[in-house]
């Protein structure tokens, strides 16, 4: 009876001490969800603020936005009228360019003129028509200059920054000379097909047996005029039979290796041009020469006719081109800006100061590279930062003709 009593005891100890201690685990449990969920109800009020902020921040950039665009039509606007501004003030200052024409490089015209030779009295008039006899004596048939621009084609954009591009006055054929020096010609059946190729796909490559130099070449009745320079001193100009593929002639000339023809465009030692009297060579005999020097060329024997000193200015000279015996020099500035004739040499002394033309080029990419008179078109063909571009000219009589 004791043995049962003593385990009915030990029986209740135990059942006791199980009971305390799972109401301590339960207790710990409840402790530990609550903390959970305290800690969930934290992250929750972090979320919502969160979610807050950025629905404020959102608007806040909504606001900005919008500040922003209106900031960006008003400038819009603002640029536009300046735009417009400028432009009108270009118009102005090209019509005050148009009444105020440079100074035409001529002696006897000007002398004539300024001296009212007209209005002379009888016994003077010999002696003007003597001088008037020896001033026509020098002129010839062509007695054209340039009026203006009467419209600009940009054909299209091929090879690089520099380079020529012309059309021989007796036929409708192409050529294009890519880069500064090389001794590879492209050669097209006509503009057209120059202006639906794809670069200088479907032309006629011509290698030269000399490698020619400075975007200064000039094509006329199928041959091929260009500047050949191979030492220090000596320049060449080359005759090639474009039809045979064969150099006909070459002539040398005494120039400065390092002497440049135009600062602007360094690389152009001599610059060769076609008009209606024939072939020219623009040149420069020494680096320190400030003026540009012209040659009357013979185009079968590449002999040196006549020379003479333009007075034009080499510094910020870009190009030049012959029409009807009259050279035209294009200048700009360092930094590319609006090409503009501002200087004109007739070697015939028949153009007064009064008719000298301040042509101004429509703005374009840069600066030309190469200008190339056609005189059976009336069109200069440009090159222009890798665009080639034709313009029309408008001519009219000289007032001496």
Known sequence: MKLLFVLLVSCAWTLIGAQNYYQALMDYLENRLLAIEDRMQMWHDHAHQYHTEMLD????????MAGLKNDHSMIFKDLEGASARVNLME???????????PRACVNMADKVIEQEAWGLQERDAVEVEDDWEELQSRVSDCVEIISGFRSVKILKRIGSHKGMWTRDPKSSKVYIFNGTSGDTVHEFKSVRDFSRSLGVMGSRTIHLPFEWTSPGSAVYD?????IKQKTDTD???VKY?????SVTDTAMFPMERHASLYTLNPETVADLAVDDEGLWLLFTPT???PNISVAKMDTATLDIEQIWDTRCPRDNAEAAFVVCGTVYVVYNTRLASRSRVQCVYDVNDMMVSEEAPLLYFPRRYGAHASLKYNPEEKQVYGWDDGYQIIYRLTMKRKLLA
């Open 57 to 64: 921040f959102k608007k806040l950039t909504s606001e900005a």
């Open 91 to 101: 118009r102005e200052l090209e019509y005050v360019e148009t009444q105020n024409s």
């Open 222 to 226: 199928g041959y091929l005029y260009y």
């Open 235 to 237: 320049v060449q100009v």
């Open 241 to 245: 039979d474009l039809r045979s593929g």
């Open 287 to 289: 680096d320190s020469e």
